[in-house]
């Protein structure tokens, strides 16, 4: 059973474009989070949301917009893609201080 | 400077060996830490937490010192399957709890 999981897997698109990222957890966790691991490997936070409600928003530019439908989901829409862009986005759920990771959606931009 | 600040690697060792990584951090807020695996190209996932009484998981021992604000992690007995980038991590618990990822230290285990 798929814990958290997220769509699509890979993302190819040219800059200027609007794309969007699905996530879903079936953990009946409380708190969702979106991070994106760059080039160099780096792992950081970008969003966090408990209950929909949204309760970290690190420095990310405005052409990120998260939105929790219910606390089962955390969608990212990202407006006027960059180049800059291009980085595999992990969503992860967490009840207390676990983290649990969704498989990862892989987005080029070109 | 990093929050969290690991030696990226590679450490190259042979099947059997025992191998330690090291880790540091700045906030001395942290409160929770924890180590995780990343293999390659798949999401991290969590290997173990961090006490300052030391926590051990077969093979696997995690050790925290506060006063240092330094983890550690020893795995003994290497796999081939411990072949991984291994993440250390630091929280501020809490509400938001927010994780602080340090960049990861790549080990490959040789036959």
């Known amino acids: 059973d798929t814990a958290v999981s997220q769509t699509p897997k890979y993302l190819v698109t040219q800059m200027g474009n609007d794309k969007s990222i699905k996530c879903e957890q079936n953990?009946?966790?409380?708190?969702m989070y979106w991070y994106k691991q760059d080039s160099k490997k780096f792992l950081k936070i970008m969003f966090s949301?408990?209950?929909?409600?949204?309760?970290i928003n690190e420095t990310v530019p405005n052409r990120f917009s998260p939105k929790s439908p219910d606390k089962a989901h955390l969608n990212l829409h990202i407006n006027s893609l960059e180049l800059g862009d291009s980085a595999v986005y992990f969503c992860?759920?967490?009840?207390?201080?676990?983290?649990?990771f969704g498989p990862g959606t892989r987005l080029t931009v070109t | 400077r990093k929050e969290v600040e690991q030696d990226p690697g590679p450490f190259n060792v042979p099947e059997g060996a025992t191998v330690a990584f090291n880790c540091t951090y700045s906030?001395?807020?942290?409160?929770?830490f924890f180590w995780y695996r990343q293999d390659c190209r798949k999401e991290p996932k969590l290997l173990m937490s961090?006490?300052?009484s030391g926590n051990e998981d077969g093979r696997f021992t995690a050790q925290l010192n506060r006063a240092s604000q330094y983890i550690s992690l020893l795995i003994r007995d290497s796999k081939l399957s411990d072949s991984a980038t291994y993440l250390c991590?630091?929280?501020?618990?809490?509400?938001?709890?927010?994780?602080?990822f340090g960049t990861g230290t790549l080990l490959a285990v040789q036959p």
């Open positions: 992860a759920s967490s009840q207390e201080r676990m983290q649990y």
């Open positions: 953990l009946g966790h409380d708190t």
């Open positions: 949301y408990n209950n929909k409600e949204l309760i």
């Open positions: 906030n001395s807020a942290s409160q929770s």
């Open positions: 961090v006490y300052s």
């Open positions: 991590v630091a929280s501020y618990g809490g509400a938001t709890n927010k994780l602080i």
